[in-house]
């Protein structure tokens, strides 16, 4: 059974910038699929970035170009770097890895 660790959530301006984190109990080299989903009170969870084993990259269009996705299998972790953050991209963010494993979430708010 792996265990995901979220990390480096918290309270920023608009514009600013955050990284998360996403520690693994195990190795992630096998994974074939790692990514982050977000999820807003009232609303279902929805797909922020995913990357595949072969660091094929897929993102949400309303985060395209201001984040980005990245594993580091070496150390086990994933990543995701959040930049030009908006308000709309406040919410809890989870990591999940080969869609059968999950976090338990970090908090995000982007103050305008």
């Known amino acids: 059974q792996v265990q995901l660790v979220e990390s480096g959530g918290g309270l920023v301006q608009a514009g600013g910038s955050l990284r998360l984190s996403c520690a693994a109990s195990?190795?992630?080299?096998?994974?074939?699929?790692m990514g982050w989903y977000r999820q807003v009170p009232g609303k279902q969870r929805e797909l922020v970035a995913v990357i595949t084993s072969a660091g094929r990259t897929t993102y949400a269009d309303s985060v395209k170009g201001r984040f980005a996705i990245s594993r580091d299998n070496a150390q086990n972790t994933l990543y995701l770097q959040m930049n030009s953050l908006k308000p709309e991209d406040t919410g809890v963010y989870y990591c999940m890895a080969a869609r059968d494993y999950w976090g338990q979430g970090t908090h995000v708010t982007v103050s305008s």
């Open positions: 195990g190795s992630i080299f096998s994974f074939d699929i």
